[in-house]
């Protein structure tokens, strides 16, 4: 699976992004992130059958993990947009079921080149 992450982009505080992921398939797909000097961390994810979706605190009430299963894609709507939110993101997709936590980068298979959102103040 070549997974598909776009969206990203230059955008001032406040504004919004919409990230996409495609093809999202039944996996359960995860969005990371990765800024300058830093380990790659959570961002938010979705179960395969949209039954669960699950995010960092940092971005809880911020951002929005969805899935189109029509379009094959899973979104991440990103609002309010900070400057600490600028950073690398990826999206991967894992199996449905799993030992792993949807928060653990454990649990992804396949992984998308990652997309740059900047955030200017």
């Known amino acids: 699976v070549q997974l598909q992450a776009s969206g990203g982009g230059l955008v001032q505080t406040g504004a919004s992004l919409r990230l996409s992921c495609a093809p999202s398939?039944?996996?359960?797909v995860g969005w990371f992130r990765q800024a300058p000097g830093k380990e790659r961390d959570f961002v938010a994810a979705?179960?395969?059958?949209?039954?669960?979706?699950y995010y960092a605190d940092s971005v809880k009430g911020r951002f929005t993990i969805s899935r189109d299963n029509a379009k094959n894609t899973v979104y991440l709507q990103m609002n309010s947009l900070k400057p600490e939110d600028t950073a690398v993101y990826y999206c991967?997709?894992?199996?449905?079921?799993?030992?792993?936590?949807?928060?653990?980068?454990?649990?992804?298979?396949?992984w998308g080149q990652g997309t740059l959102v900047t955030v200017s103040s």
């Open positions: 991967a997709a894992g199996p449905k079921n799993s030992g792993h936590s949807h928060k653990s980068e454990n649990r992804y298979y396949y």
């Open positions: 979705i179960r395969w059958d949209s039954r669960g979706m």
């Open positions: 398939d039944s996996y359960s």
